[in-house]
């Protein structure tokens, strides 16, 4: 490619004002995760470890956030897989039904979160089964599965069909096909259908707060914390920290994306 | 229209020997068909059947009467629509605002960024992997009467007495939101710029387009479905958001979720949630429905 060209001065100030304007909050967050005051607020008071210390001495968080990932790594492997099949379907099977299946696979995309949520409340009331982790990662299962379906059915649908035919003609059977050619012919946007699903998961609130039994995710306890004015400042600590995780999936994601492609 | 080209294969199919995959078909479809039916078609219709009964009295599946009357309660207050209406309007400032800053953004990482894009983008995403709840908090750290904005104020002189209006009202959840879905609203723009063939403006260039004119009358064009699609993907969820005015929104930063969930929680009426969520439900399908006319979906996958 020719290089490019060069952005007008106001274009490239007005991109990294907005950048600025992006950062200034999480700059603010972290600025508080290491000021000596349990007080957010200006003038800061001093440097300090001590809310990353207390973090790793509040067990209540750090199964919170064990229950994150927990929900998080399940709910995205089921998210996952039923995302590509349903994209197997769609791009490979012709059927009376794909419009009603397409349909479907993206309403969780049109539902307001509420209203799901208290949806799901209602089944799970009506079903009888107790509010837990399961219900919350049922529910993220729901809301990741367009974008896993997507993400896979772009991948498959500009594929060319030769490759199965041919595997099928040497007398591979079907599900055999798919494991050994389909499947790694997805491969990429399976990972990144996965990590899709698990980020959507990791830091959902909204359908967790009313989908949460007794033990909760991350950000449902954090919820719960933000009226004790105290334990403010480890919160954000751990946020940050969580940021730092999340930053370095996406990088990897990013160099495995780049090596695939 | 496409669906000729379906019903043409169709016998096609039919007449072929039974297709080897048969059984692959059932057992792929099965699993996904029953997830979907199981936890969004019945919760859904579950819902809708509350929404017609006259209490939560007995079992949640008992038979009922089927009623309108939370209906005529919820269509009756007049305070009920208006808080759609705020909602509705709250929805549309926010999505128009994130796309319009969104645009220069996309326009920049397409055309101008060059091999730096990929890093912008990264850039841009970042925020995203933070805490939903604590960027939401940052705010109130932004707003608040002890906040950045009014230490930088009170600090240079500008004012003497810190400002209470900026946080817990509808500016606030409007500010924002329109931070948190900024970088979601950039990515189908950008989508749609990528197959924006650059020399199009060089052509342009050529026929002595200005760049302002080259902006509205090639980019723009071009981009629109992408623009179209980044409107209604902060509308959609923005018009059910009921955790961002339960932080920083106050009295007047209400919206439609927060009766919702109030309902379904504190003030335990779920008959009356649940038509509010049908009312909700009806009101965004049919926005959606609405949008889809307008841009014809089909625009924003072909070229």
């Known amino acids: 490619m020719s290089a490019s060209k060069r952005a007008a001065p106001a274009l490239r100030g007005y991109v990294w004002l907005l950048l600025f304007l992006l950062y200034l909050p999480i700059g603010l967050l972290f600025l508080f995760s290491v000021n000596a005051n349990t007080s957010l607020t200006f003038p800061l008071k001093g440097f300090t470890f001590q809310w990353y210390e207390k973090l790793f001495a509040t067990p209540a968080l750090l199964h919170a956030v064990g229950n994150s990932l927990l929900v998080a790594v399940g709910s995205s492997l089921v998210a996952t897989i039923l995302g590509t099949m349903i994209a197997i379907l769609l791009s490979r099977f012709e059927f009376r039904a794909k419009g009603l299946l397409t349909g479907l696979a993206t309403l969780p995309l049109i539902v307001p979160y509420v209203v799901l949520a208290v949806a799901l409340l209602v089944l799970f009331r009506a079903a009888g089964i107790p509010l837990s982790l399961v219900t919350i990662g049922l529910a993220h299962v729901v809301v990741a599965l367009p974008y896993t379906t997507l993400i896979v059915f772009a991948r498959l649908v500009g594929f060319d069909r030769g490759l199965e035919d041919a595997a099928m003609d040497l007398g591979a059977t079907y599900p055999r096909t798919l494991l050994l050619v389909l499947v790694p012919i997805a491969a990429p946007a399976i990972a990144s259908a996965w990590i899709t699903a698990f980020t959507v998961s990791f830091d959902e609130f909204a359908l967790a707060l009313f989908l949460a039994g007794k033990d909760p995710t991350f950000p449902v306890y954090l919820y719960g914390q933000l009226r004790f004015a105290t334990t403010l400042p480890v919160m954000i600590a751990t946020a940050v920290l969580l940021m730092a995780a999340s930053l370095t999936l996406i990088l990897g994601a990013e160099v495995i994306r780049r090596r695939a492609s | ?303």
């Open chain 2, 1 to 303: 229209m496409t669906a000729g080209a379906d019903v043409q294969q169709r016998p096609a199919n039919a007449r072929r020997p039974p297709d080897p995959r048969r059984r692959s078909f059932w057992l792929l479809s099965l699993p996904s068909t029953v997830a979907l039916a199981l936890f969004l078609v019945v919760p859904l219709l579950l819902m809708a059947a509350l929404s017609f009964r006259a209490d939560l009295s007995g079992q949640l599946l008992a038979p009922f009467a089927p009623t309108l009357k939370q209906y005529q309660a919820a269509f009756a207050s007049e305070g009920y629509w208006r808080l759609l209406g705020t909602s509705a309007l709250i929805a549309l400032g926010v999505a128009a605002i994130s796309t319009l800053l969104a645009y220069p953004i996309a326009f920049f990482l397409a055309f101008r960024a060059g091999r730096r894009a990929t890093i912008y983008l990264i850039l841009l995403l970042v925020p995203f992997w933070t805490s939903y709840l604590l960027r939401v908090m940052a705010w109130k750290l932004m707003l608040g009467s002890e906040g950045v904005i009014n230490s930088v104020l009170l600090g240079t002189g500008i004012i003497q007495t810190p400002l209470d209006a900026l946080l817990y009202n509808r500016g606030a959840v409007v500010v924002t939101l329109v931070y948190v879905w900024i970088p979601f609203a950039t990515l189908p723009i950008l989508a749609a710029m990528g197959r924006i063939d650059d020399r199009l403006h060089d052509a342009a260039a050529d026929l002595y387009a200005s760049p302002w004119q080259q902006l509205r009358r090639v980019t723009l064009p071009l981009s629109l479905p992408g623009v179209v699609a980044a409107f209604f993907m902060v509308f959609i969820p923005t018009v059910g958001e009921y955790v961002t005015p339960l932080l920083v929104g106050g009295p007047s930063g209400t919206m439609f979720g927060n009766i919702i969930q109030d309902f379904f929680t504190r003030a335990a009426n779920w008959p009356l949630g649940s038509a509010l969520s049908m009312v909700m439900l009806g009101a965004t399908l049919a926005l959606v429905m609405v949008g889809f006319r307008v841009v014809q979906p089909r625009r924003l996958i072909g070229r």
